[in-house]
């Protein structure tokens, strides 16, 4: 393990954006950043008043550009994000764009509010809607700072992203125009991971990151990235803008077919489909024989000019991890969030440093000296890929197995219907 190294999530939200945990507040997510192994994380949200207040009011200056906690140090650090939707018509299609923004300081947060504040409204979401282009987004954002950094958000996802198929682009010109040679980097989203982002060669030069999306602190570093540089923002922003493989080590991702839209399908119909049998079915649900949501797997093949497993030269790894919380729920027998699963996490995370040292760095042998065998052996088959994984669909996440033996038949046909 390298000394330097340390896990960055950047993209999560506030207690004021839709559907969030009101435990969304920077102490709270400082004391789970602990528990789960990151050292960086983004604050979410800048772009709403009252958060920003209690930013301005519980952080202070620590690193250069980043941000502690001012009344309990825990050794996390806060870099400021947000995250705002454009919803625009474009050559006669609406386009719903999510971009993450990453700002220097106070400053130029405050400066990037008050010019967003004139074209729409900041406390109604954590994550404001504007109705103006995603490429005068940009410009606005890099007018007021060169030091900020525009990031596509979940870049796959059907409704809300660069590349959805519902209502994104087909390449980063068609969105971006001019301001295409400053969008440096896309977070590939829960649905997607590199290797399926590899196959596009016009993605080669621009950084791919991963970062939660979280609206619990529980979903903190589901997915993430791990730098080896100092913990300093200028660092950070070159590292992103020059993809440099010396100090991006690699990044931490769900298995993409969990994912709430890897595959094709209609939740209502319990429907779920490969990208091929879409086609065979005209892109029509057989049961309503409505439009099915079209998945991030079958966009990628889209726009893909490679074949599946093609890793280009300049690739930076990935590593797909299981939610410690979710083994524990598998091996115990219950689901995630009850008593039993959440006592076994804390104990585990106490003896075990962090929850991404215990998933990723932890030899079987330290292990087996604080780990019940059964969750060590899921461990240990979720770093082989020894899993089973019925495909996300439609809004719904993907179920994974990684006791396939223990089932009586296969779960796959009691949830995938035959057509």
């Known amino acids: 393990m390298n000394a330097m190294r340390f896990i960055a999530d950047f993209h999560l939200h506030s ?22 192994g990151i050292s960086l994380l983004g604050t979410g949200d800048f772009t709403h008043p009252a958060y920003f207040a ?18 309990e140090d825990l050794g996390v650090r806060y870099l400021l994000t947000a995250e705002v939707s454009n919803i625009y018509t474009q050559d006669g299609k609406v386009r719903r764009i999510h971009t993450l923004i990453f700002a220097p300081d106070f400053e130029v947060a405050e400066a990037i509010r008050s010019k967003l504040g004139n074209r729409g409204k900041l406390a109604s979401d954590g994550r404001p809607i504007f109705g103006f282009p995603a490429k005068e987004l940009a ?9 900020c950094l525009i990031i596509p958000a979940h870049a796959w996802t059907p409704w809300f992203s660069i590349f959805g198929a519902n209502s994104g ?77 010396k100090k991006l080590l690699f990044t931490i991702e769900f298995f993409p077919e969990e994912g709430k839209y890897y595959y094709d399908g209609h939740r209502q119909c319990e429907v779920i489909f490969s990208p091929s049998q879409t086609r065979s079915h005209q892109y029509l649900c057989p049961v309503c ?5 079209v998945g991030v797997m079958h966009r990628v093949e889209e726009l893909s000019d490679r074949p ?12 797909h991890l ?10 115990l027998g219950y689901r995630v969030g009850t008593k039993a699963v959440e006592r076994e996490y804390d104990r585990l995370v106490e003896s075990g440093e962090s929850e991404i040292a215990i998933l ?31 495909p996300g669909h439609d809004g719904v996440y993907g179920k994974i197995n990684l006791f396939p033996e223990e089932k009586e038949g296969s779960e796959s046909k009691e949830h995938l219907k035959q057509f």
Not at 15 to 33: H, I, Q
Not at 308 to 319: M, T, W, Y
């Open 169 to 245: 682009f087909d390449s980063i010109e068609e969105c971006y125009g001019e301001m295409s040679p400053y969008i440096h980097a896309i977070e590939t989203g829960l649905s997607s991971d590199p290797e399926m982002n590899w196959r596009l060669s016009a993605l080669d030069g621009l950084t791919l990151l991963s970062n939660s999306d979280a609206h619990s602190p529980r979903r903190l570093g589901r997915e993430a990235n791990a730098f080896a540089c100092p913990l300093d923002y200028k660092e950070i922003i070159e590292t992103i803008r020059t993809k440099d493989r």
């Open 139 to 147: 410009k606005i954002i890099l007018d007021l700072s060169p030091e």
């Open 308 to 319: 599946e497993g093609f890793i280009p030269k300049n690739a930076i790894p990935s590593i």
């Open 289 to 293: 024989h409505k439009k099915l949501t």
């Open 360 to 390: 990723l760095d932890a030899s079987p042998d330290d292990l087996a000296t604080f780990v019940p065998t059964k969750i060590r052996e899921g461990i240990l088959r979720m770093r082989q890929g020894k899993l089973s994984i019925i």
């Open 54 to 71: 209690e930013l301005r009011s519980k952080l202070e200056p620590a690193d250069k550009g980043l941000f502690k906690l001012k009344k």
């Open 322 to 331: 299981i939610p410690l919380e979710e083994i524990i729920a598998e091996a």
């Open 15 to 36: 207690k004021y954006s839709r559907a969030t945990s009101k435990e969304m507040e920077v102490e709270t997510l400082g004391r789970w950043a602990r528990k789960k």
